[in-house]
């Protein structure tokens, strides 16, 4: 890409021309953030996904996100930054592996967080998000046993504000599992007015210490709300960027990772960046594509979720 080539006015240039909509998540780099038309969780990027009228949809996130605004969207063109942008979460999970853990407990019925590849969804019959998992388990009769999956620390979390007994797929997101509950509470001592808020993807142990727990969305809604000043924030570091822009007045603390090594930047998320991103939108590629077959099923389980959480 040339140098002197002002990224952003060329994608504002190519949204317009193409009648493309950019979706980011909150992990995004500040500059693809700055530039997108609507930033969100999974699930406020899963609406946006379904009502959309443009002709292009291009997506800032990872895989899974972008194969769900396809198969909600089987005659726009998806587009992907990086097409090796993946998840951890939906790596845990092959199809199979999950097939057999099914056949399993034919009893039950599997609800599955939309970090998982399109085949999970295939195999599931509700999708749910960080956002809106709690609605979804108990909109399911309280009789009727529950498959959750890919993640254990959000089932678990899940299981306990419910008092569900689910059966957890042992799946967990990188980012999210290495957070140090030793060293943020030193970092609780040196700043004792700090309020510890986390992603449910987190350990036990960390949201055990939390003051306030939910989807990304949610964080930012109680950072800016909330009326302390200082906040030690446990999930990726996209996030605090528009905490800062939003509430520009209070400190944002990234929760320390165990390792000094680690960051808590998901490596998946980060793959994209504004160059790709601007590559994409003029050469419409990468793509995502998909069998018919599986689009169609993967799409019930979203649909119920949509239904369910509108
Ligand atoms: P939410 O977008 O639901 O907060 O989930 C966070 C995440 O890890 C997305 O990959
Ligand atoms: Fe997957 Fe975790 Fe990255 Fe989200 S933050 S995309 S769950 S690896």
């Not at 649909?303 to 509108?310: F, G, H, K, Q, V």
Request: net charge negative; with cysteine; charged share 25%.
């Amino acid at each position: 890409v040339d140098p002197t080539l002002d990224l952003f006015r060329e994608i504002e240039r190519l949204k317009k021309e193409k009648n493309a909509v950019l979706l980011a998540h909150y992990y995004q780099e500040p500059d693809i953030q700055d530039v997108a038309d609507y930033i969100g969780d999974s699930l406020g990027l899963a609406q946006q996904a379904a009502k959309t009228d443009a002709d292009i949809i291009v997506f800032a996130g990872v895989h899974f996100m972008a194969e769900t605004a396809k198969i909600l969207n089987p005659h726009k063109k998806v587009l992907l930054p990086d097409l090796k942008a993946g998840c951890s979460l939906a790596d845990s999970a092959p199809a199979a592996l999950f097939k057999q853990f099914k056949a399993k407990h034919p009893d039950h019925i599997v609800i599955s967080y939309i970090n998982c590849t399109a085949e999970i969804k295939a195999l599931s019959d509700i999708i749910c998000t960080s956002g809106n998992a709690k609605q979804i388990i108990e909109s399911v009769p309280a009789d009727q046993p529950i498959i959750f999956a890919p993640d254990k620390n959000l089932g678990g979390y899940l299981n306990k504000i419910t008092g569900r007994n689910m059966v957890l797929w042992n799946g967990a997101c990188m980012v999210h599992e290495i957070f140090s509950l030793e060293k943020i509470k030193k970092l609780k001592v040196r700043h004792p007015h700090a309020k510890l808020i986390a992603h449910p993807e987190c350990e036990e142990a960390i949201l055990r210490e939390a003051e306030f727990i939910g989807s990304t969305t949610q964080l930012l809604k109680f950072a800016v709300q909330d009326d302390a000043k200082e906040y030690i924030v446990a999930t990726e570091t996209g996030i605090l960027h528009q905490m800062q822009q939003d509430a520009p007045t209070k400190t944002f603390i990234p929760a320390p990772p165990d390792n000094s090594c680690a960051c808590n930047d998901c490596p998946h998320m980060k793959l994209n960046t504004l160059e790709k991103l601007y590559l994409c939108m003029e050469y419409e590629t990468p793509e995502i594509t998909m069998e018919e077959e599986l689009r169609v099923a993967a799409l019930k389980p979203i649909e119920r979720m949509l239904e369910i959480s509108r």
